[in-house]
C-alpha cells in the first residue's frame, strides 16, 4: 500500500514536472514569439535604396545615394549567384528554421580548438536579423536578439523573400550596398546578367568586403572565389570540370564608376532643392527613397560646360585671396526645362551654387526691362528713333554713355547693337516703370526698385544667372515665358508618379515683337558688341557689364545672355566679393568668348547643330538697316538740247538699292528740294537758266528713320556765252 503511494506520487510528481516543462517551454516559445514580433520593424526591412537620375530618353545620368543600393528582386536574381552565397555563408539555409545547430556546434568545435574565434555558426537569417535590427555591439544579449528575431523572420517570411532580402542588403565594399549595386561596380552588368564565376566573387566579398577586395587584393580575391567554386562543386552546383573551368577565369581588377561625377554636381545640388521646393521631398529622402528622377539635362552638354569652365584661359586671372567665378545655365526654347547647368569653377556639392546667386545684370536688362515692353506698347519700333543726346535729364536721372558717343538721336536697332545708355533710359522713361515692372512680374520676377536704373540693370538685389536666361527664352519661341525646371517627373520605388507644384508659363509678348528682338539681338553678335570669340552658328544675344566704383574703369559683373533656335543661356562672370583687391579690368567679350566656346565645342562633338533662325509662318522679316554713304564725288555738267538746257548730277551711290537721295538747288542760304531718286546715281535738273549759276547738293534719306544722312559735297555750274563749264 505504502508503495502504491510512492508510485503514485511520483507519477504526480512526474507529471507536474511535465506540466511545468511544457508550460516552461510554451512560455519560452511565447516569448521569442513575442520579443520576435515586436522586435520586427517592418520599417526597418525597408532599405535605404540609391535614387536614379535619367534623362528624357531613359539613359541613366548619375546616381543619388547615402548608400549606393539598388534594390532586385528575388526573381531577377540568378539561381547559380543565389547558390554561390548559400553554398558558402549557410549550406543548410533551406532546411533550417532560422537557427543552424550543426553550424553551430562544428563553429565551438573549431574555435575551442583553435583556441579563439575562426568561425561563425550564423545563419544567413541570422545576418539579415544583425544588420537589420541590431547595433554591432558583442554582447551575449545582443547574439540571443539575433536568434530571437531570426526565428521569427522565418516564421514570417519565405525563405526566398529572405534570401532576397539579404542580397539587398549586405555591403561588398567600394560604397556598394546590395548585390545590384555591386554587380555594376565590379562587372558594370545587371545582377541578372552575372555568370557562375562572377556570382562566386561576390559572394566572397561579404565574409571581408576589404580584405578580400579584387581591387586591393588580388590575389586573395581570387584564392577567396576559388573556395567558394570548390564549395558550390562539394555541395552539388557545380561538376568537377565546370569548377576547374572556372577558377581559371581572372577577376575584375578596376570599379566601374557609377556616381559621383564632378561635372554633375551642380546641377545635382540644383535638382535637390526643386525635389524640396516642388514635390515636398528632403534630400534625406531623396537619397535613400530609391526614386526615379526624370531630368532635362544633356549630360553631353552638361560635361561640355564642365570641362570649359575648368579651362583657366577663358577666365581673367584672379585676385591674391579670391579667383573670378562663373556661373552659366542653358535652358530649351520650348519648355524652360535646364538642359546644363554649372554651379562654379571648381564647384563642390553642397557649396555655393552660383546658378541661384543675384547679380546686377548691367545692359544685358536692357532688352526683358525696356525694349520688350517697350515694343509690346505698340508704340515702339525696331526703328523709332530714340533720344541719344548727352547731359539730358530725365526726371533728375542723367545718364553717359559708355563709349562716349552721342548723337541727336539713334534708331533702336542701332541703340541695342551699341548697348548705348542714353536711349534705353530715355525709353523706359517714356513708358513708365510700372510697365516694366508688369512685363517682369509675368515672368515671375518682381523688383523693388523705382528709379530709372532699372533701365541699365542696376537692381537692388539683382538677378540669378537662370532668372535672366528664363526672361529670354520668349524671344527665341514666339513669345512664351517658361519657368525653368531641373526635374520632369519623379517616380518612387514603386514607379507611382511623385505629385508636385505645377510649372508655371505665360504668353509675354507677340510673335512679331520676338522676331524683332532675335534680329536686333543677332546684329548685337555679328556687329556690335559681342562680335568676341568664334561660332559658326545662328546666334542673337546681349552683352552686360557692371561698374564697381572703387577704381577707374573697374567692373563688377560681366554677362552674356543669349540664344540659339533650340537654346537659351546665360553667363555671369566676377568675384563673389568684390572689393578694392579683387576687381574685374576686362569687358563683357570674356564671357562672350567663352559662351561661343561652350557652343562651338558641342557643335564640333555633334551634340547640338548650327541651325539658321527661320521666320516664322505669318509673320514678316526685319528689313536690315538702310545705312547712309558719304557722297564726295557729285559733279554736274550742263547739257543743252531743243527744250533747253538741263543739268546732269552724277555720283556715287551706295549698294544698298533702298537708300534714297534728295537733290538741293542752293539759292543763297535757303535750300530748294528739286528732286528724289531711289537707289541711282543721277539726276537731271531740266529747263534751267543757262544764264545764271547754279549749285547742287545730294542727301541720302532713309524711309526707314525718315532721317536724312550727311550731305554731299556742293557742286557748281555756271554758264558762259563762249563756253560751257562744269564743276
Known sequence: MRRKRRIKKTITLAAMGLCIMIALGLTMYLSILIYGYYAIDNKKLVMNEASVLIDENGNEITKLFEENRQLVTKEEIPDHVKEAFIAVEDQRFYSHQGIDFRAIGRALYRDIAAGSKVEGGSTITQQLAKNTFLDHEKTFMRKTKEVLIAVNLESRYSKEDILEMYLNRIYFGHGAHGIQAASEMYFNKHVSELTVDEGALLAALPKGPNAYSPINNPERSKQRRDLVLALMERQGYLTANETVRL?????????????????????????????????????????????????????????????????????????????????????????GGVIAAQGGRDYTSQGLNRVNSKRQPGSTFKIPGVYAPALETGEFTPYSLLENEENVDFSGYTVQNAGGKYSENLSMYDAIRHSANVPAVSVLDQIGLSASKAYLERQQVELDDDGLAVALGGLHQGVSTIELASLYVPFSNGGTYYEPYYIETILDRNDEEVTGSDLFSEEVLTAQNAWHLTRMLEAVVTEGTATAGEYDGALAGKTGTTSFTGAEGAARDLWFTAYTPAFTGALWMGYDNTNENHYLTDSSAVPVTLFKSVLSKAAQTGIMENHAFELPEGLEDLEEPIRFVDIHDLNAEIAVSWSGAHVELNWTKSDDERLHYRIYEIEGTSMKEVGTVVGESRFTVKRVNPFSTNEYVVVPYSPQTQLEGPPSNHTEVSWSLFSRDAS
Open 247 to 335: 577558377q581559371g577565369k581572372t577577376i575584375p581588377e578596376t570599379t566601374h564608376t557609377i556616381t559621383r561625377d564632378p561635372a554633375y554636381a551642380s546641377y545635382v545640388d540644383l535638382v535637390l532643392e526643386e525635389a524640396q521646393e516642388r514635390f515636398s521631398l528632403s534630400q534625406e529622402e531623396v537619397l535613400r527613397g530609391g526614386y526615379t528622377i526624370v531630368v532635362p539635362m544633356d549630360k553631353d552638354m552638361q560635361k561640355v560646360s564642365y570641362e570649359q569652365f575648368r579651362d583657366d584661359q577663358f577666365f581673367p586671372e584672379g585676385g591674391a585671396e579670391q579667383e573670378v567665378e562663373g556661373a552659366f545655365v542653358l535652358l530649351d526654347n520650348e519648355s
